[in-house]
């Protein structure tokens, strides 16, 4: 990992179609840091203004949550999202969840929300078998093409996912 621009990629994707959401992949640098990912989610919320419940699902979400709206006001004010007009639920993915102590087991549980059904919180995870391989070449590339073999490999995998859906 010396020398390189990007450690690690983060993702913001939708678990009921475990897809790729828009504006929804970055790069990490040294591990996942808050504001990596703090960037990630206000990017992607401006994609989905008409969404009104939002169940957001992160392996630290018990800790990312506790300042993530302080965090927005050192962005932009057109990434900033009035809380207002949508619910947020923050949730830890269910395979997470149990290395996690006994509070956050039960108030960030997929389980225990009505209307989740058997949603695992675990979308972001399974799209990495398929990129892992896309690793090895991205991280000798410059920045442009990184961003740009990212961006089609994972294009592909939304294209695949809509192209298999059922009527």
């Known amino acids: 990992s010396r020398g390189l621009a ?10 009921c179609h475990n897809m790729k959401c828009p504006c929804s992949v970055g790069d990490l640098q040294k591990g996942e840091r808050y504001i990596n990912m703090d960037y990630l989610f206000f990017s992607t919320l401006q ?3 008409d969404v009104v419940t939002l169940n957001v699902s992160y392996d630290i979400a018990c800790q990312w949550s ?16 009035t809380c207002g007009t949508k619910e947020f639920i923050f949730l830890v993915p269910k395979f ?4 996690h102590i006994a509070f956050c087991q039960v108030m ?14 675990e979308a972001p995870e399974h ?11 991205t991280c000798k590339m410059g920045p442009g093409s990184h961003c740009d073999t990212l961006d ?10 809509v192209t298999n859906f059922h009527e």
């Open 6 to 15: 990007a450690t690690g990629a983060g993702t913001v994707d939708c678990s």
């Open 152 to 161: 089609d490999h994972f294009g592909d995998f939304n294209w695949k996912k």
């Open 96 to 99: 997470h969840l149990p290395a």
């Open 127 to 137: 799209g990495w078998a398929n990129i892992n391989p896309v690793a090895t070449s």
């Open 108 to 121: 960030y549980s997929h389980s225990l929300i009505k209307g989740m059904g058997c949603t695992d919180g």
């Open 66 to 81: 506790k300042n993530i709206w302080d965090h927005m006001t050192t962005y932009p004010h057109q990434m900033h999202v």
């Open 47 to 49: 994609h989905s203004k």
